[in-house]
C-alpha cells in the first residue's frame, strides 16, 4: 500500500507541476511513476518479489559502506570497526547478488515499452542531458532567442493522460493483489470505477479515445 500512497503523491506533484506550466519537473516526476508501477507490477505477478526488494536493500546499504571505508575517501569519512564487520556480513549474506537494473525489471513486469517509450525518453530529463535543457530556451533558426520561465502548457494533455492512466494502472495492480479480500460485487464496482475514471481522464485529456489504451 506504501507503493500506492507514493504514486498518489507522485500524481498529485506532477498535478501541481502542470499548473504552474512547468511540464519537464512535471516528466521527471512521471519516470519516477513508472519506477513504483515496475515494483507494484513485479508485487502483481508474484508476491515473493518482496523478497527481492529487502535482499535489493541490502545491496544498496553494501555499496554505500563500500564507498565509506574506500580508504581513498579517508578525506571524507571516518569508519570505525563496526562499518568494516558490518560489510563484512552483509558480503556474506548476499553473496554475489546484483541488483537487477530497471531495464531487466521492467523486461520481467512486461513493461518494456514503458520502459523505452516513456522511462528511457525521461531520463534525459531527470539527467539534465543538453538536449533536454533546449526545453527552457526558445531556438529560432539556430539562435537563442530567449529562456523559458515556465508557464509552458503545451505538453499539458499528454503528461496529464499518461500520469493518470499510470495512476489507475497501479490501482488496479493494488486492487488485483488484495483480490482475495473483495467479494465479487465489490470486486466488480471497483474494475467498472477504474473503467469511468479512464474514460473520464482520457476526455479530459483531449487524447483520441481510438489512441488510448484500455488497460
Same mark, same amino acid.
Given at each position: 500500500?506504501?507503493?500506492?500512497?507514493?504514486?498518489?503523491?507522485?500524481?498529485?506533484?506532477?498535478?501541481?507541476?502542470?499548473?504552474?506550466?512547468?511540464?519537464?519537473?512535471?516528466?521527471?516526476?512521471?519516470?519516477?511513476?513508472?519506477?513504483?508501477?515496475?515494483?507494484?507490477?513485479?508485487?502483481?505477478?508474484?508476491?515473493?518479489?518482496?523478497?527481492?526488494?529487502?535482499?535489493?536493500?541490502?545491496?544498496?546499504?553494501?555499496?554505500?559502506?563500500?564507498?565509506?571505508?574506500?580508504?581513498?575517501?579517508?578525506?571524507?569519512?571516518?569508519?570505525?570497526?563496526?562499518?568494516?564487520?558490518?560489510?563484512?556480513?552483509?558480503?556474506?549474506?548476499?553473496?554475489?547478488?546484483?541488483?537487477?537494473?530497471?531495464?531487466?525489471?521492467?523486461?520481467?513486469?512486461?513493461?518494456?515499452?514503458?520502459? &523505452?517509450?516513456?522511462? !528511457? /525518453?525521461?531520463?534525459?530529463?531527470?539527467?539534465?542531458? $543538453? @538536449?533536454?535543457?533546449?526545453?527552457?530556451? #526558445? *531556438?529560432?533558426?539556430?539562435?537563442?532567442?530567449?529562456?523559458?520561465?515556465?508557464?509552458?502548457? &503545451?505538453?499539458?494533455? !499528454? /503528461?496529464?493522460?499518461?500520469?493518470?492512466?499510470?495512476? $489507475? @494502472?497501479?490501482?488496479?495492480?493494488?486492487? #488485483? *493483489?488484495?483480490?482475495?479480500?473483495?467479494?465479487?460485487?465489490?470486486?466488480?464496482?471497483?474494475?467498472?470505477?477504474?473503467?469511468?475514471?479512464?474514460?473520464?481522464?482520457?476526455?479530459?485529456?483531449?487524447?483520441?479515445?481510438?489512441?488510448?489504451?484500455?488497460?
Amino acid at each position: 500500500m506504501a507503493l500506492l500512497l507514493k504514486m498518489s503523491n507522485h500524481y498529485q506533484s506532477v498535478i501541481s507541476l502542470l499548473k504552474r506550466g512547468l511540464p519537464v519537473e512535471a516528466q521527471i516526476i512521471l519516470r519516477s511513476m513508472i519506477q513504483v508501477l515496475i515494483h507494484l507490477r513485479l508485487l502483481q505477478k508474484d508476491e515473493r518479489y518482496i523478497d527481492t526488494l529487502i535482499v535489493s536493500e541490502r545491496a544498496e546499504q553494501l555499496k554505500l559502506l563500500n564507498v565509506y571505508t574506500e580508504p581513498a575517501n579517508n578525506d571524507i569519512f571516518t569508519p570505525s570497526n563496526v562499518h568494516f564487520e558490518t560489510k563484512k556480513q552483509l558480503k556474506k549474506e548476499l553473496n554475489g547478488f546484483r541488483k537487477d537494473k530497471i531495464e531487466r525489471q521492467a523486461e520481467l513486469a512486461d513493461m518494456k515499452i514503458n520502459y &523505452h517509450y516513456v522511462y !528511457r /525518453i525521461l531520463s534525459d530529463y531527470e539527467h539534465s542531458s $543538453l @538536449s533536454s535543457l533546449e526545453e527552457y530556451m #526558445d *531556438i529560432q533558426g539556430g539562435e537563442l532567442m530567449s529562456f523559458h520561465l515556465g508557464y509552458d502548457f &503545451h505538453e499539458y494533455p !499528454r /503528461i496529464f493522460y499518461t500520469s493518470n492512466n499510470l495512476l $489507475l @494502472s497501479a490501482a488496479d495492480f493494488i486492487h #488485483d *493483489i488484495f483480490k482475495d479480500t473483495f467479494d465479487e460485487k465489490r470486486s466488480l464496482e471497483f474494475t467498472e470505477k477504474l473503467k469511468y475514471y479512464h474514460d473520464k481522464f482520457v476526455k479530459l485529456s483531449g487524447i483520441d479515445p481510438d489512441l488510448a489504451p484500455n488497460d
